[in-house]
């Protein structure tokens, strides 16, 4: 009797604690003429029908992180508040619904101290055949079942990172995609749930606390795929204040249309007014001509027709004082040596950021310091109108700049939070732009400096997926293709054009300098298809050996790319499709009437219109 009704009590606690469990995973919904959204209380999981498709879109919790302790209904929303264990903390998530289109927004308010970094909301699920969005530098797709995939974490805050802040998953047509809308302490996290990938947010600290309300937005598609993911976050940006076309760029510094169907010309021969002879000579027209030169040889090229001549320069780099003395052969003119100690930037516990690591004469590398953002402009304004005075460049390259990413600085004479970085790191390129009147350019890219760049370097090379010490050993020529660049660098089936359907006739993009189109001659057929596919320049990179070698090479390339860049270059790119399954082919078109179609298979494709486009070929119409 006893061990009877030891059995009847348990189970009438089971069946009480199933009863209040329940109980508590109530499922609160908001619907509007598009879509139905429902959370469940007791994981916070979201659920998403669209009611012009019929698909349901549901999120898969990835760990009892968050517990529900309270949950209601509000106009065309939901608001739920999230204990996070065993920390002692909390979060305010307020979910809000559009009247009529098919998006929500989710706002999070955090409490106490909360772990970090913060994964929340969960990852919608994704469905086999579906692909991920992602907006990586240029940008890829990443298939939800391709298992030779690695994980990855990308911030949202920085140009080796995301350089957009949206991510996605669509099946071409079908889809959704998320907006952060708070980027400055955001992240992206790809990573396998059941065995396929899946993308969540990350929000990171702002000086170790929640501060600021977080915020995402998501918007669901019944059709257009990646096409009506970036035409989307277009608006946006044009809503935001993150838009300024080139054409209005070209209005208030005429130099602009220099850089236009330029390609990139990185020379190191001391000789450039010869170099850039032999280059027009052999029809390459329009160049920007990157490397420094003394006066005389900037004004003769100023003179010549098309050319815009640049430098590089940097406001990130100053080395220890003692440690030039010391350890090193000399120190690079474009440190910021002045800097030393007071203008360097502390991280939380005091200790100075370490920055590029330079080698020593004992073989030993030694890393700089890293410039505070909040100082750099004074140093600008110092160093520019001094060289401009003998020097007459019409064009300045600043290097690192949207490529590093925002960082906290904890200097007590010149704080930042990441957002004050990003503030401080546009004020540079503002000046530059607008105080100098110089064409701007800058590494890697992001969209925060739409406003005040006219061009990224590296913007078309994935950071991962770059040839090992790409950025050390730029010159080297590489014979050999390492398989991340053959598949993903330079994988027709995996990139997509996610920039220029967003900006392409706010900036122009190039390839990284220690990857550009002759880095491996093997794939150089290949980079001038993507060139011309996407509407942007090549760069090319040679000493006077390698340009005797190859300038009709180099020649081929102007002439297949530059024309049909130059026809689009003020242009939005409207449409990109893959007009066979195997991704071979693929098609651009352009809000001027210009179509591209480039075909990077091995088997010849018929247009509709009878037109063949042979393998690695390509055709353009409408110029």
Known sequence: MALNSRRMILLLVCILLFCCCQARAELLSVENATISVTLNTDNAAISVADKRTGQTWGQQPQSAEFKADSARKIEDGIEIRLVQVPMDSSILATLQLDKDLPEFTLTLLGEGEPKWPLRFPHPFVTEQGTYLVVPMNEGISYPVDDQTIEPIRLVAYGGHGICMAFFGTTDGQRGYMAIIETPDDASIDIRRSGGRFCVAPLWEPQKGKFGYARKLRYVFFDKGGHVAMCKRYRAYAQKIGLFKTLKQKQQENPNVDLLIGAVNVWCW???????????????????????????????????????????????????????????????????????WPKDIMLDANGSWRKGWQVKGKDGQMYPCGVLCDKQALKYARERIPEDLATHPYRCRFIDTTTASPWRECYHPDHPMTRGDSRHYKMELLRYVNEETKLVTGSETGHDAAVPYVHYFEGMLSLGPYRVPDAGRDMSKIWDEVPQNVAKFQLGHKYRLPLWELVYHDCVVVQWYWGDYNNKLPALWDKRDLFNLLYGTPPMFMFNRDFWQQHKERFAQSYKDICPAVRAVGYAEMTDHRFLTPDRDVQQTQFANGVTITVNFGTTPYRMPDGQVVKPTGYYVSGM
């Open 269 to 339: 021969d001391k000789d450039a007014l010869a170099i850039v002879g032999e280059l027009k000579s052999a029809g390459i027209e329009r160049i920007l001509w990157s490397n420094r030169q003394q006066p005389a040889g900037i004004k003769a090229m100023n003179e010549m027709p098309g050319v815009l001549t640049s430098r590089y320069e940097i406001y990130q780099d100053l080395m220890d004082p003692q440690v030039v003395k010391e350890k090193l052969r000399g120190v690079h003119s474009d440190w910021t040596q002045a800097g």
